[in-house]
């Protein structure tokens, strides 16, 4: 197995041994996937419902909270070519959220080309905007941004001229 995605099991069995929490890191599911991240699943066999919902957050955000402390903690110091994006995963959520976000961003450009107006996606956390900036930078006539401040950001989808 890969050195990174071991750190970064190791990392996230740690903090869930400090949390009290009864979860270990799913060693079978734990991969590299093809954008490059290292994406990391909670086992959740041993969890209650209430755990789980506890873990995940309203919209994602614990997910996301952990996700960004793994990434910053496992990267820091390091060059920014040779870090290392991880995803944590709990019971399938990052996945229908990548499902629902590709969706999303589809929805967006054909909105954009229809019209010929810019659409503002609101209500995305910053990973989930620059997973959308990423599914779109290959639209040969559509540019990305994002607009505005925290916690109101929005990505803007619009049409190159």
Known sequence: MDD?????????????????LDASVKHE???????????????????TPEQIQALTGSHGEVLDSMQYLINT????????????????????????????????????????????????IPSLSSAERRQVHTYLKDYEHIKTESRGQEPDRRLVVRRLD
Do not use: F
């Open 4 to 20: 990174k995605v071991q750190q970064g099991e190791s990392w996230l069995e740690n903090l869930l041994q400090l949390s009290g």
């Open 29 to 47: 599911a734990a991969h590299m996937a093809d954008d490059g991240s290292c994406w990391i699943e909670i086992d959740a066999s041993s969890l």
């Open 73 to 120: 903690t496992l990267n820091l110091g390091k060059q920014e070519g040779s870090q290392q994006p991880y995803t944590i995963e709990l019971n399938g959520y990052r996945a229908r959220r990548q499902a629902e976000l590709k969706q999303i961003a589809e929805n967006a450009v054909n909105r954009v080309l229809e019209t010929g107006e810019e659409y503002e």
